[in-house]
């Protein structure tokens, strides 16, 4: 409740609240740098180039920019993200509060005022430079619109900012723009970005040393599909990117990405590992990004497209396994696996491999990708159901001489067998799975 105390109150100022009225009518630019800490997490300060109240510039800084703001309102994730900032690290958290500026209803207006507030944060950091600060501890997150201005900002350091993580960057107006115009690889010593809406408000092409695409980056789970969804429909997608990267600072399930291509090669299971030395995991969404920052850095260019897929609510992660299938069919069969899994609790968690048909030839192994909800440790029982997705004609059988089950999140975990084991179309197989000889790797 901490940012929404009364404006009026001078002890604890707060983010700037404005209703339709004035984004209607539009407003004029006034950026307000807005100052918490672990000494203030709750009552905030206001700053600026002569007050610096509890800043500490021997800490990191993490500013936080919005973006364009229709209607006026608060962006109700700030909370969170300052609470969330100062719980991971003890740090100086500036909320960047340019509401008077962001607010109209004509988004053009707002997207032209980005160089401006980007020189009022030239300004306030040069003034932390004079008092000691050092650029590679200076963090900006910035969403939307915030992403660019993080942008122009690090470009007015020549990329000497330590980081800057783009939450689904602004497409419109900025999409195929040069990179002096955007947000681009260079504004920093490490960007990361995630994009969630890149058919709508967001940004498509990468834009970082690793840009993130969950679910795609096309249309989030759990987000509505038609404008009957009201407000929702129009930033769900997009407003998904600060709640993936808010799960990185207070859930317990962190979000693993797969470097890859494309969707589509993530989806069929061709990216599942990140075994390259010197790191041995794939890389996390979120705060901890920067842990990859080297190893992504030695890529030439040093730009990485990274998939994943997430759950529809919080805390959104879901978990890989491959399942390995081999088969004896004389013939090729064709179809999709739908996947159960039960532990002795009776928890179970279930995966559709179904966004295009799986082709089994016979003593050919087949890897597919699954995702569950749920992690379970310790599998009880597995069901297999294969299905060719056609209605009539005739049921076909799958022959399996070998599935496998591995858990990419947990490798150390032993690999779950079954031998000789027949499908029959569309219905429910339930077995018990042994542990994997230890050899067949
Ligand atoms: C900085 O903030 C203080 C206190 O809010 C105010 O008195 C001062 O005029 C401000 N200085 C500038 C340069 O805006
Ligand atoms: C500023 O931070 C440094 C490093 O964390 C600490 O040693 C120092 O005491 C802090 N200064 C103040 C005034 O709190
Ligand atoms: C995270 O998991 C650890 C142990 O696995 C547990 O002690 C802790 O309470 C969990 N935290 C949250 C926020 O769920
Ligand atoms: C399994 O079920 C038990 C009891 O319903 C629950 O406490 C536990 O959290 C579940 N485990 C998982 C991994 O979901």
Same mark, same amino acid.
């Given at each position: 409740i901490f940012l929404l105390q009364n404006d009026t109150d001078e002890e604890c100022p707060t983010f700037t609240k404005l209703g339709f009225h004035n984004a209607v009518v539009g407003t004029g630019l006034n950026v307000k740098l807005i100052l918490y800490t672990r000494k203030n997490p709750t009552c905030a300060q206001a700053i600026n180039t002569t007050v610096f109240g509890?800043? &500490?510039?021997?800490k990191k800084t993490t500013f936080v920019i919005h973006g364009f703001r229709p209607t006026g309102s608060r962006p109700i994730w700030m909370e969170d993200l300052v609470t969330g900032l100062l719980y991971v690290e003890d740090m100086n958290v500036i909320v960047v509060d340019w509401n008077r500026g962001a607010t109209t209803v004509i988004y053009v207006h707002a997207s032209e005022k980005t160089r401006d507030v980007a020189k009022v944060l030239k300004e306030f950091i040069d003034q932390m430079l004079v008092e000691g600060a050092s650029l590679t501890d200076i963090y900006m997150i910035g969403v939307s619109l915030g992403a660019h201005i993080s942008g122009f900002v690090g470009e007015m350091f020549d990329g000497k900012l330590g980081r800057i993580t783009g939450?689904?960057?602004?497409?419109?107006?900025? &999409?195929?723009?040069p990179p002096q115009d955007r947000l681009d690889p260079g504004d920093a010593q490490f960007v990361d970005v995630i994009h969630s809406d890149t058919d709508a408000l967001g940004y498509k092409d990468p834009l970082g040393n690793i840009d993130f695409y969950p679910n795609g980056g096309l249309d989030q789970p759990g987000?509505?599909?038609?404008?009957?969804?009201?407000m929702q429909y129009f930033k769900c997608d997009h407003q998904r990117s600060v709640y993936l990267y808010l799960s990185s600072l207070r859930e317990n399930c962190s979000i693993t990405t797969y470097p890859c291509d494309s969707y589509q090669d993530y989806r069929d299971g061709k990216c599942v590992s990140c075994g390259t030395p010197p790191k041995d995991s794939c890389p996390l969404l979120g705060y901890y990004a920067d842990h990859w920052k080297d190893f992504l850095k030695e890529n030439y260019p040093p730009m990485t497209k990274a998939f994943f897929d997430t759950a529809e609510e919080k805390p959104y992660c879901i978990y890989h396994y491959l399942v390995d299938i081999i088969t004896w069919n004389k013939n090729v069969r064709r179809g999709s696996i739908t996947i159960k899994l039960k532990d002795k609790a009776g928890n179970t968690t279930e995966s559709k491999i179904d966004h295009r048909p799986a082709t089994f030839q016979k003593y050919h192994q087949v890897s597919l990708l699954a995702r569950f909800n749920q992690d379970l440790d310790k599998v009880a029982a597995i069901s297999l159901v294969f299905s060719t997705g056609t209605v009539i004609g005739p049921k076909y059988k799958l022959r399996i001489l070998r599935m496998k089950l591995r858990s990419l999140a947990h490798p150390e975990r032993p690999q779950l067998c079954r031998y000789d084991l027949v499908l029959k179309e569309n219905v429910e197989t339930v077995f018990r799975p042994i542990h994997c000889p230890k050899l067949q790797m």
């Amino acid at each position: 409740i901490f940012l929404l105390q009364n404006d009026t109150d001078e002890e604890c100022p707060t983010f700037t609240k404005l209703g339709f009225h004035n984004a209607v009518v539009g407003t004029g630019l006034n950026v307000k740098l807005i100052l918490y800490t672990r000494k203030n997490p709750t009552c905030a300060q206001a700053i600026n180039t002569t007050v610096f109240g509890n800043l &500490n510039v021997t800490k990191k800084t993490t500013f936080v920019i919005h973006g364009f703001r229709p209607t006026g309102s608060r962006p109700i994730w700030m909370e969170d993200l300052v609470t969330g900032l100062l719980y991971v690290e003890d740090m100086n958290v500036i909320v960047v509060d340019w509401n008077r500026g962001a607010t109209t209803v004509i988004y053009v207006h707002a997207s032209e005022k980005t160089r401006d507030v980007a020189k009022v944060l030239k300004e306030f950091i040069d003034q932390m430079l004079v008092e000691g600060a050092s650029l590679t501890d200076i963090y900006m997150i910035g969403v939307s619109l915030g992403a660019h201005i993080s942008g122009f900002v690090g470009e007015m350091f020549d990329g000497k900012l330590g980081r800057i993580t783009g939450l689904d960057p602004a497409g419109p107006l900025f &999409n195929s723009k040069p990179p002096q115009d955007r947000l681009d690889p260079g504004d920093a010593q490490f960007v990361d970005v995630i994009h969630s809406d890149t058919d709508a408000l967001g940004y498509k092409d990468p834009l970082g040393n690793i840009d993130f695409y969950p679910n795609g980056g096309l249309d989030q789970p759990g987000c509505p599909k038609t404008i009957f969804g009201g407000m929702q429909y129009f930033k769900c997608d997009h407003q998904r990117s600060v709640y993936l990267y808010l799960s990185s600072l207070r859930e317990n399930c962190s979000i693993t990405t797969y470097p890859c291509d494309s969707y589509q090669d993530y989806r069929d299971g061709k990216c599942v590992s990140c075994g390259t030395p010197p790191k041995d995991s794939c890389p996390l969404l979120g705060y901890y990004a920067d842990h990859w920052k080297d190893f992504l850095k030695e890529n030439y260019p040093p730009m990485t497209k990274a998939f994943f897929d997430t759950a529809e609510e919080k805390p959104y992660c879901i978990y890989h396994y491959l399942v390995d299938i081999i088969t004896w069919n004389k013939n090729v069969r064709r179809g999709s696996i739908t996947i159960k899994l039960k532990d002795k609790a009776g928890n179970t968690t279930e995966s559709k491999i179904d966004h295009r048909p799986a082709t089994f030839q016979k003593y050919h192994q087949v890897s597919l990708l699954a995702r569950f909800n749920q992690d379970l440790d310790k599998v009880a029982a597995i069901s297999l159901v294969f299905s060719t997705g056609t209605v009539i004609g005739p049921k076909y059988k799958l022959r399996i001489l070998r599935m496998k089950l591995r858990s990419l999140a947990h490798p150390e975990r032993p690999q779950l067998c079954r031998y000789d084991l027949v499908l029959k179309e569309n219905v429910e197989t339930v077995f018990r799975p042994i542990h994997c000889p230890k050899l067949q790797m």
